[in-house]
């Protein structure tokens, strides 16, 4: 709003006392003060209010103007309740250094003039924002994005004083203006988010962390592609966006809510943008995906991979090492409509969030995975620098994709929802896929085994048959071990010759006689007629890798 403004508006009781030049000085705030310099509380464009308890003298008006208008500010309006009329020394001063002066009617409270000033300003600042956000929307869906999400965050800070973020579903931050939110931050207010969802509740949702109030708006896909607005929530709540607001967005009239809103469908304009780039990555996995499941030659497969390799890791020297990763989103039968959740899409765009570092920030940082989906699965082609992959230790680990954002997912996935998800070893060559695929298909099982909304299982987990071992229904845990077992177990009872025991000890010592022998205070030859009996018995070779591992399972499953 204009100084000007401020004399044609009857009811603040303001008279002009000078500086009738400068009125179309533009007033973007207003302060109440008395102290003897308030600088340090100015930062330009404020009307400033003064009851003149900072003069003691005439020589005080000239230095305290000076300071206001070192400061930026665009007016002073001096009350009459304290001295009367105002003093001439103000007036000259005011005169002096081209600082409007405005004298206040005793009968007018500073706070009506303040609220007024507040109520002008605010509503221009928004009607200002809102027309940039509609020239903004206009231009990305058009034409070129632009300056992102990041401009128009910029604008909600300068021009409404709003400090906002936007963040993925699991709150990883992908654009904000200025300080950036810390990751814990982030993490809770995304699942204070997806929790609200998932009850049915709307948006804006209000979230305390810290004893600092947020309000948290759905960024929903729009434009192309987009999904009829009837969907089950299930499709979309864990792959969309919110814009997280430092603000209480309940006690906002419907215009703030308004704005917000369209700030929230540019945003989205932006995201169906990025997700369209996407699309050469995931059709890349999914070409890739389709020649390992249908058995296709190597060289058919590593022609593929050259291809995917340039535009997942552009500049490497070298061809990569790969990894590969399958989640599978379910969710409970018991639900009304689970059955018409389709997992893989879910998956699809959950493990593209998963994949994507969670300490960087952007979308950009996803440009290097490529998620297919079959059915209900999602299977991620990750490729790792030869360098990096050298290291057994080295690559993608279950326990830590999923350290980030397990809390937050958990709070989307509500009751009727589970994450599993497993992760294979890094392979260096195309024949290595098929068995890659494999792996993590069957970590992710092992993940499926576990109790929790959200599981993980890597191959390092596979090293063991003990893992394996639950996955064998109990009739067949009960015939082997009878088959096997049953004759030994007979023979001691009769003869007290303790064949299981003696099993188990040469099984532990890797068939080596001397220590078992040791290991037992036996013989050697004792022991090697117990051995003899209990192959006797089995029909069984010790000496075979193949019965070896048999007995060893035999024992465990026992």
Not at 111 to 132: K, P, Y
Not at 492 to 502: F, G, K, M, N, V
Request: hydrophobic share 45%; charged share 25%.
């Amino acid at each position: 709003m204009r100084l000007r403004a401020l004399l044609e508006t009857d009811a603040l009781g303001l008279r002009l006392l000078g500086g009738e030049d400068e009125l179309d000085r533009t007033v973007r705030g207003v302060m109440t003060t008395d102290l003897r310099d308030p600088s340090r509380y100015l930062s330009g464009g404020e009307l400033v209010l003064t009851g003149l308890a900072w003069r003691r003298d005439a020589d005080d008006s000239e230095p305290f103007v000076r300071i206001l208008a070192g400061a930026g500010v665009v007016g002073l309006a001096a009350g009459e309740a304290e001295l009367g009329a105002i003093p001439d020394d103000l007036i000259r001063a005011c005169t002096q250094h081209r600082l409007p002066l405005f004298a206040v009617n005793e009968s007018v409270a500073f706070a009506t003039i303040t609220e007024h000033v507040v109520r002008q300003v605010s509503g221009e600042r928004a009607g200002d924002l809102a027309a940039v956000v509609d020239r903004h929307r206009r231009l990305m869906t058009s034409g070129p994005a632009g300056g992102g999400p990041e401009v128009v965050l910029d604008l909600l800070g300068s021009d409404l004083d709003l400090r906002a973020w936007v963040l993925s579903p699991t709150g990883r931050q992908i654009a904000g203006a200025g300080e950036p939110l810390a990751p814990s931050v982030g993490a809770t207010l995304a699942g204070e988010h997806l929790g609200a969802t998932r009850t049915g509740r709307r948006g804006p949702h209000r979230a305390v962390v810290h004893g600092t109030t947020y309000s948290l708006f759905p960024i929903r896909h729009s434009g192309r592609g987009a999904a009829p607005a009837a969907r089950d929530v299930r499709e979309t709540v864990l792959s969309d966006w919110l814009l997280a607001v430092e603000a209480d967005a309940g006690d906002w009239p419907a215009a703030r809510l308004d704005l917000l809103q369209g700030v929230t469908q540019l945003i989205a304009v932006e995201r169906d943008r990025r997700d369209a780039a996407r699309a050469v990555r995931r059709r890349l996995a999914q070409e890739v995906l389709e020649l390992v499941q249908t058995g296709a030659a190597p060289a058919e497969i590593a022609a593929r991979l050259r291809v995917a390799a340039p535009v997942l890791l552009p500049g490497l020297g070298s061809a990569p090492h790969w990894q590969v990763i399958v989640a599978r989103v379910d969710w409970s039968p018991s639900a009304a409509t689970a059955a018409e959740v389709a997992g893989g899409p879910v998956a699809q765009a959950l493990l593209e969030e998963i994949l994507v570092d969670p300490a960087v920030s952007g979308s950009e940082s996803s440009d290097r995975i490529a998620v297919a989906h079959a059915g209900d699965e999602a299977i991620a082609l990750v490729p790792l620098p030869a360098v990096a992959a050298e290291g057994s230790d080295s690559g993608l680990h279950a326990d830590a994709l999923l350290a980030a954002v397990q809390a937050p997912l958990s709070a989307g996935l509500a009751d009727d929802g589970r994450l599993t998800l497993g992760v294979s070893a890094a392979v260096h060559s195309a024949e290595g896929l098929r068995g890659a695929l494999e792996e993590a298909r069957h970590a992710r099982r092992v993940a499926a085994a576990r109790p929790g909304r959200v599981c993980a299982a890597g191959h390092h987990e596979l090293a063991s048959h003990v893992l394996l071992l639950p996955f064998v229904p109990d009739d067949v845990r009960r015939a082997f071990t009878a088959r096997l077992l049953d004759p030994l177990r007979d023979y001691d009872q009769r003869h007290r010759a303790e064949l299981i025991p003696t099993l188990e000890a040469f099984l532990d010592c890797d068939g080596s006689w001397t220590r078992c022998a040791t290991r037992l205070h036996l013989h050697v030859n004792t022991l090697r007629y117990r051995v003899g009996r209990i192959e006797q018995l089995t029909g069984r070779d010790l000496s075979r890798l193949e019965d070896k591992l048999d007995f060893f399972l035999a024992l465990r499953m026992s």
